[in-house]
């Protein structure tokens, strides 16, 4: 009996046992729920990472430029030269025309300004009884029409006689000493001479005085 007793006592266990028995599985449940925790904590930190990995990517390709704005920008860039060239070229042909035209306009000028001479010196020296005729009227009507003609076209006969030496205008062929007359005068006209738009078409050709 003894030993049955002792044998029933050995078998039944202690109550630290089961102090120790409760104490390990409070702990094991406590730590259950924290493993389940760090599960979609790990997770979310990884899918966050790629989230941003993929977000950087996408902005690396939108700074990156696109091949079609570049060629468009290139087009407008040779389109504008192009055009600058074009309006220069436009306008110093403009220019190259004018002058032509101006020069042109001279040289025809130049070849009538000897006409011109011509029907003076006839007016000149017209006989004393041809003065007054219908003859000499005719004529002294067409100098006067060419006349009219050159000052539209913008030809204007140089003042001489009376007026300072003017290198710029005169061409002075004789020089004379006489106290009647000032200090570089222009005393006598040999050749009539003539301005174009305010430049010298023809000089004149002058005697000028001390």
């Known amino acids: 009996m003894a030993e049955e007793e002792k044998k029933t006592q050995t078998a039944e266990p ?12 409070a702990a094991e449940k406590a730590e259950a729920p924290e493993e389940r925790k760090e599960t ?61 035209y101006a020069e042109g306009q001279r040289n025809v000028l130049e070849k009538i300004l000897p006409v011109i001479d011509n029907f003076e010196r006839a007016l000149e020296n017209v006989p004393e009884e041809l003065k007054g005729s219908s003859y000499v009227e005719g004529v002294e009507k067409i100098y006067r029409s060419c006349m009219d003609t050159l000052k539209a076209l913008g030809v204007e006969p140089i003042e001489t006689v ?42 004149s050709m002058v005697k000028v005085a001390n």
Do not use: C
Request: aromatic share 8%.
């Open 162 to 203: 009376g007026k300072p030496f003017d290198a710029n205008l005169h061409n002075a062929v004789m020089h004379v000493e006489d106290e009647d007359h000032g200090e570089n005068e222009v005393v006598e006209e040999f050749q009539r001479g003539y301005t174009f738009k305010d430049k010298v078409l023809r000089y």
């Open 40 to 100: 979609p904590e790990g997770e979310s930190a990884e899918a966050g990472a790629e989230e941003k990995q993929t977000e950087e990517a996408g902005q690396k390709e939108k700074t990156k430029p696109d091949p079609k704005d570049l060629k468009i920008e290139e087009l407008t860039d040779k389109y504008k030269r192009l055009f600058a060239e074009f309006d220069n070229f436009r306008k110093r042909t403009d220019a190259e025309k004018s002058g032509m």
């Open 14 to 25: 202690s109550p630290a046992d089961e102090e120790i028995k409760e104490t390990k599985e």
